[in-house]
């Protein structure tokens, strides 16, 4: 459980300071954001599981960062909007 904590903080994070960063690529952020904070994420922390094969926890683990900093973005843009 701890592993899953740290790892939606870490999201969390590297996804706030990336909305903070003005986009100038050709992608929008609800795509780009997401897709560098799970890679971030990735290499900085790890996964929830010990070795190179790939198992359901990994399917689970991807799903869940980038789901995370997906809403984040969304809820961001969607804050935004509504002030």
Known sequence: MERIIYTLI???????VLLLIKNRSNFPDIVII????SLITKYVYGDW???YAFTTLDALYWLFIVGISYITVRLTKWY????
């Open 80 to 83: 935004q909007i509504q002030n």
């Open 10 to 16: 870490l999201t969390l994070l590297i996804t706030g």
């Open 34 to 37: 997401p897709l560098i904070s």
């Open 49 to 51: 599981d010990v070795g």
